[in-house]
């Protein structure tokens, strides 16, 4: 029996993708539009369909060699060329050079009459005339309530919405179709979302008297996309899409580390300071000092010749200048030198998104290595915790991709729930300092302690924060019996100590004396002692010598009368002694 081949597996083919060239877009989508297919983009007025269509059809002929032609149905030529002039494009000299064509048709209500078939032959002859003359690879037509405001028959327009996008498809042209929102539909006909292969829904909503747009794709066939929901903004340089969900852990990161301009807060982060690419939260009630520590990390970063950018939503450039030279700091000369600039604006100028899409737009520019936003909370207060958390989340991702040290300060109100206040938007952060408020004594003083410091050792000491003419110092709290000391409980209990040392230098003295005084009486004795012993031992040695000379003499005498006699007597005995010699040591 013949044994079959095993089926070879199926590879997956990736779907053809048109690249929009708009920001985040392309993210979102995989890659770009469907290509040689129509998608959708479809919204209320104001959301913005127009203008991402045209930018669509600019960035594909600049960007991507792609000519493209615009059948517009409510704009003329004028005015389309007038509003996107206002993101920065040159409508006139791409169509001078043949990559787009604008083609305004005219459609009066009162100029069309229903009799007999209906159907879009004529718009098929024109777009068609319009694609082969310039080689169009994209079509946008803007828009299809204008086109079929005047059919009133359901069938024949469903039948007409089909052929129209079914001929778009053989065309072999990627095609972008806007459409008004309806009630209870994407579109006011219900039928443009089916028959597209990708729809795009745009929403142009306000919350808390704060306008923001956002984008949904709604439908894709044949390609994995993002499902959720995503702000937008329209900016001088065209629309931008950030997506939260886009964004990957896949940054690079420094081993370098970079001082924070206050000695004694290096040391309490090993003596080193945080790490170059990092994100620092400085958080803290009002009155603590935190715009005073961020502008200090701003001054050490702008004289090792770093470029800083410094985000302030609470005071103008150049309050905070004075402010800073009242302790000492001179940001003027740092400016002037260009290493330091200030973006000052309100919180509820703009929506999230539009600050956001300004702050990236300064970094951009400006090439920032170190970044400050003071205060962040302010920012957030624009938007729901959620969208503000996202925003913080894009903002880090941004800066931790190019590299780039941020401080962030943060208000909180206070309170035992202080860090837990804080634990959304901390966890973002890779170091986190915290300042309080010290009440006692009838005295307000500031306390810092690093919370977390990823990656580092760092001190976990309490130190006291002052704030003088001459700049930032931190000194060691002192822990009495009811615990940190800190102002002039701190003062009074170092006079306390200072005293008490006093106190014991002053007996350590007096008993110091007292010792040198019995150590004299007691050389003066010993003193006394060895002279007396002196005089009795050389008193010694003098009868010691007279024994020994008598001795000697008596011998040699008894030996002389013994001759004398001629006693018979041994030599031994009557030898002449020696004298004796005592000796007495001293």
């Known amino acids: 029996m013949k044994k079959k081949s095993p089926t070879p597996a199926f590879k997956a083919q990736r779907l053809p993708k048109c690249p929009t060239g708009i920001q985040g877009l392309d993210e979102i989508t995989g890659g770009g539009l469907p290509r040689q297919r129509p998608t959708l983009v479809c919204g209320s007025a104001g959301c913005g369909k127009t203008l991402l269509a045209a930018e669509f059809l600019v960035r594909g002929a600049m960007q991507f060699d792609e000519p493209g032609v615009f059948m517009a149905f409510e704009e003329t030529e004028s005015e389309l060329k007038a509003n996107v002039a206002s993101l920065g494009f040159d409508l006139d000299t791409l169509i001078d050079r043949k990559k787009i064509l604008l083609d305004y048709v005219h459609i009066e209500q009162g100029d069309t009459q229903e009799s007999g078939d209906y159907d879009l032959e004529g718009l098929f002859v024109r777009l068609g005339h319009a694609i082969d003359s310039i080689g169009a690879k994209r079509v946008v037509l803007d828009t299809l309530e204008v086109l079929f405001a005047s059919l009133p028959n359901e069938a024949i327009l469903r039948s007409e919405l089909r052929r129209l996008f079914r001929w778009l498809k053989e065309k072999g042209v990627t095609a972008v179709i806007t459409a008004e929102r309806g009630r209870e539909q994407l579109t006011r006909h219900g039928l443009e979302e089916y028959v597209s292969d990708c729809v795009i829904l745009l929403d142009h909503r306000i919350n808390d008297q704060i306008a923001t747009r956002h984008l949904r794709v709604v439908k894709y066939r044949g390609a994995m996309h993002g499902t959720n929901e995503f702000p937008f903004l329209i900016g001088d340089e065209g629309i931008s899409v950030l997506p939260i969900t886009s964004l990957s852990l896949n940054h690079k990161v420094s081993a370098e580390r970079i001082a924070t301009g206050i000695p004694r807060l290096d040391a309490m982060l090993g003596g080193r300071g945080f790490f170059r690419g990092s994100s620092i939260l400085l958080t803290g009630t009002p009155g603590t000092g935190k715009t005073i520590i961020a502008a200090n990390f701003a001054q050490a970063a702008a004289l090792r010749g770093e470029r800083v950018l410094f985000f302030s939503f609470e005071e103008s450039p150049d309050q905070i200048i004075r402010n800073m030279h009242s302790i000492g700091l001179r940001l003027d000369p740092l400016v002037k030198r260009g290493l330091l600039r200030f973006h000052s604006a309100r919180p509820s100028l703009y929506g999230l998104e539009m600050h956001l899409a300004t702050m990236f737009k300064e970094i951009a520019a400006f090439k920032p290595h170190v970044v400050v936003v003071d ?212």
């Open 375 to 586: 205060p962040i909370t302010s920012l957030m207060s624009s938007g729901t915790d959620s969208e503000g958390k996202g925003m913080v989340t894009r903002l880090i991702d941004y800066l931790k991709a190019g590299l780039v040290t941020s401080l962030f300060t943060s208000l909180t109100q206070g309170g035992h729930a202080l860090q837990q206040s804080e634990a959304a938007m901390s966890s973002l952060m890779d170091s986190w300092i915290l300042l309080q408020d010290y009440e006692g004594n009838g005295e307000r003083n500031r306390v810092l302690y690093v919370l977390k410091a990823r990656g580092m050792a760092h001190s976990n000491q309490i130190r006291e924060f002052l704030i003088s003419n001459h700049g930032i110092d931190l000194v060691d709290a002192y822990i009495g019996p009811g615990g940190v000391l800190t102002g002039s409980a701190r003062a009074a209990q170092h006079s306390l100590e200072k005293a008490a040392v006093l106190a014991s230098q002053q007996e350590a003295a007096q008993l110091k004396r007292e010792v040198e005084r019995k150590h004299g009486a007691l050389e003066y004795k010993i003193s006394g002692l060895r002279s007396d012993y002196e005089t009795e031992a050389a008193e010694l040695r003098r009868i010691a010598e007279q024994v020994g000379t008598r001795t000697f003499v008596l011998g040699t005498e008894r030996d002389a009368s013994g001759i004398l006699r001629q006693a018979d007597v041994k030599a031994s005995a009557f030898a002449p002694a020696k004298p004796i010699h005592t000796k007495i040591k001293v």
